[in-house]
């Protein structure tokens, strides 16, 4: 089994940045598609991008493209989302996920789920 624990969220203003880190243990996830998802309050959980065991990078969500930016760190065993020029529309929950299978970005498909952090932007 893994475990996934998120850190690095809180209250930020417009415009700022906050990196989070997704701190995996149990097993080593170099092999793993690594995901970030978030949830705002009364809306579904959605993908925000995602990165392959070689590094491949994946999103489909426009309004984060060339702001959201996704990493890993093998030897740490840590996923990073480092996110810029954040906007009153980004508070969310962010979760951490981890695929074993591969690049798949699917809510439902994910096998490991960190618990989240919290996100608020102040305008």
């Known amino acids: 089994q893994v475990q996934l624990v998120e850190s690095g969220g809180g209250l930020v203003q417009a415009g700022g940045s906050l990196r989070l880190s997704c701190a995996a243990s149990?097993?080593?996830?170099?092999?793993?598609?690594m995901g970030w998802f978030r949830q705002a309050p009364g809306k579904q959980r959605e993908f925000i991008v995602g990165?392959?065991?070689?590094?491949?990078?994946?999103s489909y969500t426009d309004s984060v493209k060339g702001r959201f930016t996704i990493s890993r760190d093998n030897a740490k065993n840590t996923v990073y989302l480092q996110m810029n020029s954040l906007k009153p529309a980004d508070p969310a929950v962010y979760y951490c996920?981890?695929?074993?299978?591969?690049?798949?970005?699917?809510?439902?498909?994910?096998?490991?789920w960190g618990k989240g952090t919290l996100v608020t932007v102040s305008s």
């Open positions: 149990g097993r080593t996830i170099s092999s793993y598609a």
């Open positions: 996920a981890a695929n074993v299978y591969g690049g798949t970005w699917y809510v439902d498909g994910m096998d490991y």
């Open positions: 990165i392959t065991w070689s590094g491949t990078t994946t």
